[in-house]
């Protein structure tokens, strides 16, 4: 079965079954990418400010309560954290901002796409949340890359669906470097 609407990489797939601990989901119906995507391009026309986020998809495993969200929305520059470091969230040099921790991972990114009317001017500004409900994993290298790997695969996904110019500036397989400072 195709996690998250078919957006999920198959090496984000297994990390999606590795963070979870199980390879059996249950998922809510499809249809998540149309409309984040169409939500993205319509929040855009509306104005240049961050707006709701809107779900991809949820996962949990059968007959679990712990569960993963996948959001997208705008964002204004102000939202970046740039050198702030939240407990628990550790930053990665991806996409314009990216960061990490056991029970979230934020991915910012920047498009200009033929489908976001004045995007040529002021490039879209979306935001990928991943939040991982009750999670009791370790804050530790392979769980913050593991959530950027989902996060980067339907980020990757939604920027392609919106025709983003060369992906919004995604690799095509997630790189972790950490940022430091």
């Known amino acids: 079965m195709q996690q998250c609407d078919g957006t999920l990489s198959p090496d984000a797939a297994r990390a999606l079954e590795t963070v979870l601990g199980t390879e059996r ?6 249809g998540g990418l149309a409309r984040s995507a169409a939500g993205l391009a319509e929040d855009y026309g509306k104005a240049p400010h961050r707006t709701p986020r809107r779900d991809l998809c949820r996962i949990s495993p059968s007959g679990n309560s ?3 969200n996948i959001r997208f929305g705008l964002y204004r520059d102000d939202d970046l954290l740039g050198d ?26 920047r498009c200009t796409s033929p489908r976001l009317e004045g ?27 593991a959530h950027l790997a989902i996060l980067h695969s339907a980020t990757l996904a939604v920027v392609r669906r ?20």
């Open 25 to 30: 989901f249950d998922h809510e119906p499809g």
């Open 66 to 68: 712990d569960e993963i």
């Open 84 to 109: 702030v470091r939240p407990r628990g969230i550790h930053p990665y040099r991806m996409g314009a901002e990216a960061h990490s921790g056991p029970e979230k991972a934020y991915l910012f990114v």
């Open 119 to 145: 995007s040529d001017q002021r490039p879209a500004r979306i935001r990928g949340t991943l939040t991982f409900l009750r999670s009791k994993l370790p804050d530790t290298v392979p769980v913050r890359e």
């Open 162 to 181: 919106l025709g983003c110019e060369g992906d919004a500036g995604l690799d095509a397989e997630p790189v972790f470097r950490p940022r430091g400072g």
